[in-house]
């Protein structure tokens, strides 16, 4: 049963704007707290941003703020991030990801209920 699907990644350049987008079904539907962490060649998958269910907070990782918005819409069951100002360090494989705590401590430690299989997403300089 597919619960996570990640889209839009793709090649950029540096200073560039992608969007990606994470369509949820399922169980994962009615997950409180909706998140994306990227995974870059050679490094441990890190969290980047996070949003709760209303849409009303989100945390974001040092690195991407101001350059990444995180979204969601209800109705559609999907989830959105909005990267600007694109940099090459930027490249990583793109998860979203699905739980039921909105705490940020859980976030950050990725303890989420559902996984994506990932979307690449390439900065080139």
């Known amino acids: 049963q597919v619960q996570l699907v990640e889209s839009g990644g793709g090649l950029v350049q540096a200073g560039g704007s992608l969007r990606v987008s994470c369509a949820a079904s399922g169980r994962a539907r009615r997950s409180v707290a909706m998140a994306w962490f990227r995974q870059a060649p050679g490094k441990e998958r890190e969290f980047v941003a996070g949003?709760?269910?209303?849409?009303?907070?989100?945390y974001y990782t040092d690195s991407v703020k101001g350059r990444f918005t995180i979204s969601r819409d209800n109705a559609r069951n999907t989830v959105y991030l909005q990267m600007n100002s694109l940099k090459p360090e930027d490249t990583a494989v793109y998860y979203c990801a699905a739980g039921s705590s909105f705490d940020l401590n859980d976030l950050t430690r990725g303890n989420m209920d559902y996984w994506g299989k990932g979307t690449l997403v390439t900065v080139s300089s």
């Open positions: 949003i709760s269910w209303s849409g009303g907070s989100t």
